[in-house]
């Protein structure tokens, strides 16, 4: 590694926000559905929920809105994170909407999540450009486009939309936190 402190980016929804709850809530009152989020096993969530990327966007900002029923994707999320800050920076880097932040703010200092910046980009893509040396995840796409890169890894985050993502250079996969601070514990070796 050529920083002894690493640089993390830390994605928000899928991985610390268990959104895909609060939404699968919203969307199953507003459709008269039984959507749970196993159903959601591929990346264009609006395509399995038969409804437009747009609806799917503002249901999403909608949860954000409720930003206090959005469980953690973990129990005691607090204290595994914490973990990670022994290795160097933690960034929370997210494509939540410009309107949505200050409620991700909000959720993150109600789970006293540890991070030293808040980063909007404005796709998942523009993630890759960012100076980070670990990404942690859960957008398969995102994992390619690290993969890409002369530098840096990535840590997927699985959830049922990545469970199909292939193997690729300098990524690892991560079923839990649990498994996270051992992953960059790899890494840094």
Not at 117 to 140: E, Q
Request: hydrophobic share 40%; with cysteine; glycine share 4%.
């Amino acid at each position: 590694m050529p920083r002894t402190k690493l640089r993390i980016a830390m994605d928000l929804d899928g991985v610390l926000a268990d959104t895909i709850q609060l939404l699968c809530k919203i969307l199953n009152s507003r459709h008269a559905t039984e959507y749970t989020p196993e159903k959601f096993d591929r990346w264009n969530a609006w395509e399995v929920a038969h409804i437009s990327r747009e609806e799917f966007l503002r249901t999403l900002d909608e949860a954000w809105f409720n930003w206090r029923q959005i469980p953690a994707m973990e129990n005691d999320l607090e204290s595994k994170v914490s973990r990670l800050t022994k290795f160097g920076t933690i960034d929370i880097v997210t494509g939540r909407s410009e309107a949505t932040v200050p409620c991700a703010q909000e959720w993150l200092q109600s789970q006293r999540i540890p991070y030293s910046n808040f980063v909007r980009t404005t796709s998942g893509s523009a993630k890759a450009d960012l100076d980070y040396d670990i990404f942690i995840d859960d957008s398969d796409y995102l994992m390619s486009l690290v993969a890409s890169r002369l530098f840096g890894f990535g840590i997927l985050y699985t959830q049922p939309w990545n469970r199909s993502a292939k193997i690729m250079p300098r990524v690892f996969r991560a079923n839990n936190w649990e498994e996270i601070p051992q992953l960059i514990e790899h890494i840094q070796a």
